[in-house]
């Protein structure tokens, strides 16, 4: 069974710049998470979707950052610009109702 | 608001050795406990969950935790690492389909 499938793994690019993360998700799973690991701040749960409507976006570190989930099978998160800081691995992770999420493998962003 | 603490941030065993990885939870109603491990350049994988009922659950790769409510604990163990084993193992705290709280993770280093 295909797993959660991000794309692309790696991404290098100058400040200023629009960066896209995609992310699919896990066949028949209706819930979609968008997460940031970094070395000082851990697995931060960035976004949430249900049912590709968003639920709760507070962790979404400002209005550089935007997420969309036009259907069950697809999901991007955005940033423009970007800054350095934004440098990390980025997750996705879905589920379904009652079960575990599932993570993808991660894009790692580097912002230089 | 819930939080999860692994006090140890590094911890080196020998092959075959036993393991034991510590996880303290903070969480206002009945937890749902998850462990997930992470090799290098991967996404989580799910080792174990707990939601309900016997508090000793068994996980997959030979591992088991126990839920101490007492304690708000939710330690790890493995009676026999392997070389395989080396990775990094996070505990989570939350809801099984949102808002997943992840602590910052032990380092396990496996010496021949």
């Known amino acids: 069974d295909a797993g959660v499938i991000q794309s692309p793994r790696h991404e290098v690019t100058e400040m200023g710049q629009e960066v896209t993360l995609r992310c699919k998700p896990i066949s028949g799973h209706n819930s979609l998470f968008w997460y940031r690991q970094t070395m000082m701040r851990g697995l931060e749960l960035l976004i949430y979707?249900?049912?590709?409507?968003?639920?709760?976006d507070s962790g979404m570190p400002e209005d550089r950052f935007s997420a969309k989930m036009p259907n069950a099978s697809f999901s991007t998160l955005k940033i423009q610009p970007s800054e350095p800081r934004d440098s990390a691995v980025y997750f996705c992770?879905?589920?379904?109702?009652?079960?575990?999420?599932?993570f993808g493998d991660g894009t790692r962003l580097s912002i230089l | 608001a819930q939080s999860v603490t692994q006090p140890d941030i590094h911890i080196t065993v020998s092959e075959g050795a036993s393991l034991e990885l510590r996880c303290n939870y903070s969480?206002?109603?009945?937890?749902?406990l998850f462990w997930y491990v992470q090799s290098p350049g991967q996404g989580l994988q799910l080792l174990l969950k707990?939601?309900?009922?016997?508090?000793l659950v068994q996980g997959i790769k030979g591992f088991e935790a126990e839920f101490k409510r007492s304690q708000s604990s939710f330690n790890l163990r493995k009676p026999s690492v392997h070389w395989s084993d080396a990775a990094e193992y996070f505990c989570?705290?939350?809801?099984?389909?949102?808002?997943?709280?992840f602590g910052a993770g032990t380092t396990v280093t496996v010496r021949a």
């Open positions: 989570a705290v939350g809801n099984i389909d949102y808002k997943l709280s």
């Open positions: 992770a879905s589920s379904l109702d009652g079960q575990p999420q599932h």
């Open positions: 707990y939601f309900s009922g016997d508090t």
């Open positions: 979707f249900n049912n590709n409507v968003p639920i709760d």
């Open positions: 969480y206002g109603a009945t937890p749902y």
